[in-house]
């Protein structure tokens, strides 16, 4: 199957930087199954927003809009792996504070796809990771315990990568798709 983007011009034409990252939108049932868990979530934890539910893949901070578009040009031309990763384990990671369900990189597809991304990342000038992939989905920030959650088996298809924009709006933050890419199913 030919990879196949959606993004236009228009959408790479921003004056300055914008804080930008790759990353995978839960699809409706994941979707549902984490909405059911959010009001769950015990105060003071802030639980996140459901539009805004994501796995990031590669945090890439500030970006012009050119090394933007040079770095979806360069995926553009690769067939990068489609995935499947589970979801499985409550983690508060104290020092964002943030409430997760985590899980492990244990399909090769998701490997490779991960050092594909970090390639291009590279090659267009954006800084490397500090951290190993950890695959999670972040449910609240400003937790300060690990509350009692219910157990969660999360099967996330990562069939789509997205490049994201994070925006900082009135209402708070909002990740904007900017830029797609079907991934391919092996
Ligand atoms: P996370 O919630 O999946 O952990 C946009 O800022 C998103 O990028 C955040 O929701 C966070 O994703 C991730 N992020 C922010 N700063 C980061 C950093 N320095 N390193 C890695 N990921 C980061």
Not at 73 to 102: E, G, K, T, Y
């Amino acid at each position: 199957m030919k990879n196949k983007s959606v993004g236009s011009a228009a959408e790479f034409a921003w004056q300055g930087e914008r804080r930008l990252f790759l990353g995978i939108l839960p699809d409706s049932h994941n979707a549902r199954q984490l909405s059911s868990l959010l009001p769950q979530i015990p105060p003071p934890a802030k639980p996140v927003a459901v539009e805004n539910l994501h796995l990031t893949l590669l945090f890439l901070g500030q970006s012009t809009a050119r090394q933007a578009q040079q770095l979806c040009d360069a995926l553009s031309q690769l067939s990068l792996p489609a995935f499947s990763v589970v979801l499985d384990q409550w983690q508060l990671w104290p020092s964002p504070a943030v409430l997760c369900l985590a899980g492990e990189v244990a399909d090769p597809g998701l490997s490779e796809l991960y050092l594909q991304l970090l390639c291009c990342a590279a090659a267009v000038g954006f800084a490397p990771p500090q951290h190993r992939l950890k695959p999670h989905i972040t449910l609240a920030r400003r937790s300060k315990t690990l509350p009692a959650m219910p157990s969660m088996q999360l099967q996330l298809a990562g069939s789509t990568l997205v490049l994201f924009h994070s925006a900082s709006t009135g209402q708070g933050v909002s990740y904007r798709p900017l830029w797609q890419l079907a991934l391919t199913q092996c």
